[in-house]
Structures are given as C-alpha cells and as structure tokens.
C-alpha cells in the first residue's frame, strides 16, 4: 500500500523502474505488473520467490539460519538473480538512486558503490525484542532474541552504509539515530488517500460490530487477532451478547480459520475492498502488543469515519491523542472494558472519529507524503539540478 501510493504520485514526474521478486500467486502478479505500466512504473520481475513460512521446510530453513550472521528475513529476500538483474541495470541504465523499500533489502546493496537510500517500515531490532517478550514458548523466545541480536549488527550496517535511510515516524527516526546511526534520518509518514477512504452516508453501521482489519500473515498481527479472539471478545460478549467480530485481512493461517470459527467470529480473507467492512463496523479494534512504524489500518480507518480503539502500541508513530482523536487501552481488562465504553457511548465514539478524519486530512494526504520523498530523493541523487530535470529509479 505505502510502496504503490508514493510510486504512482512519484512517477508523474520522475523515471521509475522497481525490481521486485516474482509473487507466488500468478494471477496478482499479473494485475501488479500491470498496475504498475499503468502507472508509468517499469517492473522488473526478478526469477526468484521469497520461501514459505510453512511445513518442514521453513523449520529447516529457519535450523540453518541459527548459523547465518544475518537475520532470517535478510537472508530469503536475497537472491542472486535480484543481483544479476542489478547489475544488468546499472550497465544499461544506471539509475541516480536506488532505493530499498523494506530494510531487509539493504542487503541488495552491500558492497555497492552507488547513491542509495533505504525505508524503514519498522525498526526491525524492537519488532524482535517485543515478540521475544510476548512470546510463552521458551524455544521460540530464544529463537526471538536471536534474529534480535542479529537485525541489531544488521541495521547497524544497513543505516550507517546508505546515504539516507527514512523512517515512518519521528519515533523511529530518533531510534534509528540514537541506537544505529550517527547520520540524520528523515522521516516519510505512512499515509491514506482521503478520496478513496471516506465516510459512507448511505451505510447504516452496526455500533456492536468489532472489526479487526490487517495482513494476517505478519507475526505482530498474529498476536493481536489471537489477544482478540481467546481473552478480550469472550468478556465482552459475556457483557454484551449483541457485540460481534469481523476479521479482515490476508493470508490467513490455518489456525486463525480455526481459531476465528470456534469463536464466533466472522473471518474473510484476501478481499478486493475493505471499505465496505469499515463502513459496516461500529469501530476498529487494534490491541496490538508487538509493533513498529505506524498501523495503515488506523489511517484507513479514520479517513472513513470509523472510530478506533487501540493500544499505546498501536497509536506509535502516529499523531494522535488519546480520547480526542482514537481510544487507548493496555491489558486484557482494559481494552475489553473500552470496547463496552464504546458500544454505550456512541456520539462520543463518533465525535473522535470526526476529529481522527480531521487530522489524517491534514497530515497524512500520500500526495504531501509523495512530495516529501521526492525532496529527500532529490538532495540525496541530484543536489544541485532543477526537479524538473531529474530521474529516480
């Protein structure tokens, strides 16, 4: 969502080409290529597919790791052929500026000697930390620390050895110069598009309906919808039998269809369009206990008017404040008991929502956050050209 948003804003005016490996599903990846030529983008589909988190296999994958200097996630999203490709691009076309959308593909430029910049969507090394504190399994928690200890070395490198790296949030950019770099990092919000996610005047929502909206297959998402579904909807269906669940998102594990059934609650996976889902829900839950960088669903959520109750952990890197622009609760108990608050006090609810919309209008628009990367792009590529003169890929 962030990669596509800014690109398509950014190719208006600059040349793109984005290399990417080749998705496992066909048919997505044939709507994204062509997504993308649409957009003036320039795919370039690399002959290699990023490895199932999935049977023996992956636990293989992750024994062999344990012996690997770089983290897990480093290692499956390299690829010689990503390489090869590079390299073939830099005789033929060489580009102004590289730039790596995801820390993890760093790694791509080691040893490089280019202008380069790279995004953090989340620092890494405390994604790492709070799943190794929220994790029961000893076995799993030692694993956790681990690629812990090791996206700490990597990061280091990673935002030391690019010439820019850019955050999501201020947060972040002050964890990343205060913990790994002794460069400025500059800061790219996550961002909506408010033509897109708006209020729905004709949709009569239901204010019992709890709705949970994320990529299901992400390690902090697992958590919450898990949080949800075994500790908080049970108290609050005790409290109040006319409340339900709705799950939405993608790739969803075989034990969430479990899980999500033997609950009572609603599960619909890989869906072309979640406004129709935010506009039916009376708010948005995001307990979240595991995070980084800033929650799209929160942005999502408030450009289209539905009220969201969420954690400190959820509301990171986002500016708003509690009981004025979303709802914040910690802790099992709490968070049960402001989803209840909610249900009884719905103009309240309505009135954080307005007020949520206000802000995401202000300061989370993709076309300002576009305008902002291509600042960055510029000083760092072509200091001392025009705009109109210059090409980014």
């Given at each position: 969502?962030?990669?596509?948003?800014?690109?398509?804003?950014?190719?208006?005016?600059?040349?793109?080409?984005?290399?990417?490996?080749?998705?496992?599903?066909?048919?997505?990846?044939?709507?994204?290529?062509?997504?993308?030529?649409d957009a003036d983008i320039w795919p370039i589909?690399?002959?290699?597919?990023?490895?199932?988190?999935?049977?023996?296999?992956?636990?293989?994958?992750?024994?062999?790791?344990?012996?690997?200097?770089?983290?897990?996630?480093?290692?499956?999203?390299?690829?010689?052929?990503?390489?090869?490709?590079?390299?073939?691009?830099?005789?033929?076309?060489?580009?102004?500026?590289?730039?790596?959308?995801?820390?993890?593909?760093?790694?791509?430029?080691?040893?490089?000697?280019?202008?380069?910049?790279?995004?953090?969507?989340?620092?890494?090394?405390?994604?790492?930390?709070?799943?190794?504190?929220?994790?029961?399994?000893?076995?799993?928690?030692?694993?956790?620390?681990?690629?812990?200890?090791?996206?700490?070395?990597?990061?280091?490198?990673?935002?030391?050895?690019?010439?820019?790296?850019?955050?999501?949030?201020?947060?972040?950019?002050?964890?990343?110069?205060?913990?790994?770099?002794?460069?400025?990092?500059?800061?790219?919000?996550?961002?909506?598009?408010?033509?897109?996610?708006?209020?729905?005047?004709?949709v009569v929502s239901d204010p019992f309906r709890?709705?949970?909206?994320?990529?299901?297959?992400?390690?902090?998402?697992?958590?919450?919808?898990?949080?949800?579904?075994?500790?908080?909807?049970?108290?609050?269906?005790?409290?109040?039998?006319?409340?339900?669940?709705?799950?939405?998102?993608?790739?969803?594990?075989?034990?969430?269809?479990?899980?999500?059934?033997?609950?009572?609650?609603?599960?619909?996976?890989?869906?072309?369009?979640?406004?129709?889902?935010?506009?039916?829900?009376?708010?948005?839950?995001?307990p979240l206990r595991i995070g980084g960088g800033?929650?799209?669903?929160?942005?999502?959520?408030?450009?289209?008017?539905?009220?969201?109750?969420?954690?400190?952990?959820?509301?990171?890197?986002?500016?708003?404040?509690?009981?004025?622009?979303?709802?914040?609760?910690?802790?099992?108990?709490?968070?049960?008991?402001?989803?209840?608050?909610?249900?009884?006090?719905?103009?309240?609810?309505?009135?954080?929502?307005?007020?949520?919309?206000?802000?995401?209008?202000?300061?989370?628009?993709?076309?300002?956050?576009?305008?902002?990367?291509?600042?960055?792009?510029?000083?760092?590529?072509?200091?001392?050209?025009?705009?109109?003169?210059?090409?980014?890929?």
């Open positions: 969502i962030r990669t596509f948003n800014l690109l398509k804003r950014l190719a208006q005016k600059h040349r793109l080409t984005f290399l990417a490996h080749r998705n496992s599903q066909p048919d997505e990846l044939r709507v994204a290529v062509k997504a993308m030529r589909v690399v002959d290699y597919q990023i490895p199932s988190k999935s049977g023996w296999p992956f636990y293989a994958r992750v024994g062999r790791n344990i012996f690997s200097a770089l983290p897990y996630s480093v290692v499956t999203h390299s690829s010689r052929a990503m390489a090869k490709e590079m390299d073939k691009l830099r005789v033929k076309d060489r580009p102004d500026l590289w730039h790596c959308e995801w820390t993890p593909y760093a790694q791509a430029m080691y040893q490089r000697n280019d202008l380069w910049t790279v995004s953090a969507h989340n620092v890494e090394t405390q994604i790492w930390h709070r799943m190794a504190e929220n994790e029961e399994n000893m076995a799993k928690r030692w694993l956790m620390r681990q690629q812990a200890r090791k996206f700490a070395d990597f990061e280091g490198w990673a935002y030391s050895a690019a010439t820019r790296t850019i955050a999501v949030s201020r947060e972040d950019a002050q964890l990343i110069e205060k913990y790994f770099s002794t460069k400025p990092v500059s800061v790219v919000d996550n961002g909506v598009d408010p033509d897109y996610f708006q209020p729905d005047p004709n709890i709705l949970f909206l994320g990529s299901l297959d992400w390690r902090p998402n697992q958590d919450a919808v898990r949080l949800l579904l075994e500790d908080i909807f049970p108290l609050v269906k005790a409290a109040e039998p006319r409340a339900s669940l709705c799950v939405v998102g993608r790739q969803a594990p075989v034990w969430l269809k479990t899980l999500a059934n033997t609950r009572g609650a609603e599960l619909h996976t890989d869906v072309p369009d979640v406004r129709p889902f935010l506009h039916a829900a009376g708010m948005l839950a995001v800033s929650r799209l669903k929160i942005l999502e959520a408030l450009a289209a008017g539905l009220p969201v109750v969420t954690t400190n952990i959820g509301r990171e890197g986002l500016r708003f404040r509690a009981d004025d622009h979303l709802t914040v609760a910690d802790g099992v108990p709490a968070f049960a008991e402001a989803l209840l608050r909610a249900f009884a006090h719905p103009k309240a609810m309505a009135w954080q929502a307005t007020r949520g919309r206000q802000r995401v209008l202000q300061e989370y628009d993709w076309a300002q956050l576009a305008t902002r990367l291509e600042e960055i792009w510029l000083d760092v590529a072509q200091p001392s050209k025009p705009a109109q003169q210059s090409q980014a890929a």
